[in-house]
């Protein structure tokens, strides 16, 4: 383990601080969410947490995926689409048929014919975004400089592209594990039925142009893995390289002892804004020359299991 | 196939040339590249690429990962190191070592033990930097505007931030793909022999703390699709989980007939201009607002196979 030696450096932070020393480098991002006050913490609520079982990998080990859906006011018709689907049990026998290396892993109903649920909402092109105005006061936290939107913050612990800080349009942006709906060539087509998760270098350039509906909080490695289709776009070439879905929940119709409690670190918090100028600046010992700067992507909100 | 319609879009665009009408939509990226004339792609020597040979996968197919190294006068004692590596068969026998989910897969030896070949060069902190006015006239284009450098620009098609245009210091920068020099936690331990590949969103905040010296640029799909390494920064916890490397080698050393031959899209040429507009402004018929923006990493350099 000759480089990024974070292990080594974590126990010599313990000996330090054993020891009664002063620690021998400033915390690193890792360091100051691990010492977090409980109240810096926000539980995510059972109704918005999508919990995706697929079948089982080549060793035989079991595949779960968790996706917090976003938070209100973003992406509402489709996010209603998406609990109105999995209580419907829609996915249940569909498949990951889209592959494609940094960029994206996409999944649904590969014969396009399966017949959705009824009652699904119409969405256009205007729920790409939201207004401003809308948004719960002290929720919003600043985020930094972006080479795509004018301004970005953090609401309620989701990356966001706006035209200013306090009025305008706002939307989420496609950073790593982010969930979008895929769509047909009209905007006004996707439902959310067909979905995929960003497994590559941020696709900003799909920002406004897709609705995002959530992000991967657990198991991303489950679809980042994958093989890569061979057709283009990364579409599986044959059927039996497709991975199957068992079962996509909302984990609020699990029973209370399975459901998975997970909760995110408040980006309103004293500890985020710690964290954030940490990511930005790297003090710890391995780092010469630190950035100066994080991009949106490079803030990814902490988030830890309880159970 | 309900997302992302490029097929689609490609067979329109050639319906319409077919029968003299004007295409549907303006060019897309992948459309302006295809039209490139001969003389705006360069090839690349076979001393500037390395061959990797890793065990097959699950399925027994072979894999191959190609590397380019970075042009000078970037990153020089360690691509002088890379070439002595090679050269003496050293990574025969190693392996992949660690994959760390959106960050990075390294490989070199496990045991950290084996003798390294005698006349490696010497490499300091100074190093990771480059004159700006030490770089050939005519093949600097200016990049996209940037968070974390002053400048951006492309040198040879190489992605590199800079304290400006014309004068100062310049480094390569971590984009998706890239190939970096693990080190310890001094600045001056990495030789090259432990190398890694970016596999997830671009890690900025590591340039000018590590030297890059390649980026891939064929088979990233057999790094990016290896399972996820289970210890602290995603080392694998058994050695029967590595990745065997068969053989790492110059191109130059492989008979002439089995040399691979890629060429890149000169960053100098009208074609990457056309391209990399066409990456900030999508205008292809799926897109409903163009970001207006790219990032430095959101601009691939395009590489061609040759035969």
Known sequence: MTAFLLPLLLAQ??????????APHPQSPTEIVAVAPATDWVAIAPDDLLVMDVAPGPAGASRRIVIQLIAAPFARPWVANVRRL????????????????????????????????????????RD???????????????GPADVYA???????????????????????????GMVGVGRDVSPNTGTGAELYAVIGHAPRHLDRNIALVGRVIEGIEHLSSLPRGTLGLGFYDRAEQRV????????????????????????????????????????????????????????????????
């Open 13 to 22: 932070a313990a000996a330090a601080q054993a020891s009664g020393r002063a």
């Open 244 to 307: 199957a879905i068992v079962r996509i929940r909302l984990a609020s119709e699990l029973p209370t002892s399975e459901q998975p409690r997970f909760s995110y670190l408040s980006t309103s918090s004293a500890t985020w804004a710690r964290y954030a100028a940490a990511r930005a600046n790297r003090q710890d010992a391995f780092f010469i020359r630190p950035a100066g700067a994080a991009d949106i992507c490079n803030l990814p909100v902490p988030i830890r299991r309880l159970r």
């Open 128 to 142: 790409y975004a939201i207004d401003t105005a809308a948004l719960a006061a002290g929720e919003r936290t600043v």
């Open 86 to 125: 999995a209580a419907a049990h829609w996915w249940d026998g569909t498949s990951i048929n889209r592959v494609q290396d940094n960029y994206v892993a996409q999944w649904g109903d590969a014969t396009e014919k399966k017949p959705l649920p009824s009652g699904l909402a119409a969405a256009s092109e």
């Open 150 to 176: 004018p301004a970005t913050f953090f609401y309620r612990s989701w990356p966001v592209g706006a035209e200013g800080q306090g009025q305008g349009a706002a939307w989420p942006v496609h950073c790593y």
